[in-house]
């Protein structure tokens, strides 16, 4: 129902709604950022600090997250399309 009503906000003001799957977006080092891709629970070495146990790579994990929700989201909408 949530997502009815936000798809319904959006289409209202002209944007668009893409529904991603946030699983394992803040534990993903992100690759658009220098970073290289790896997956793990122990780069949340905090609950806002990201450190990427393969590559290094730091950064705050809610930027981390919200970089890697961006990326799903644009990678749907692009294969969506394509269609």
């Given amino acids: 129902m949530f997502l009815g009503i936000l798809t319904h906000m959006a289409e209202s003001a002209g944007r668009e709604l893409i529904h991603v799957n946030p699983a394992n977006t803040s534990r993903t080092c992100p690759p658009s ?8 629970g122990d780069d949340r070495v905090t609950q806002a600090g990201f450190v990427c146990v393969r590559c290094g790579f730091t950064a705050n994990a809610d930027v981390v997250g919200a970089i890697n929700v961006l990326r799903a989201g644009l990678v ?6 394509a269609a």
């Fill in 33 to 40: 950022m220098g970073g290289c891709g790896h997956v793990s």
């Fill in 76 to 81: 749907l909408r692009e294969t969506a399309q």
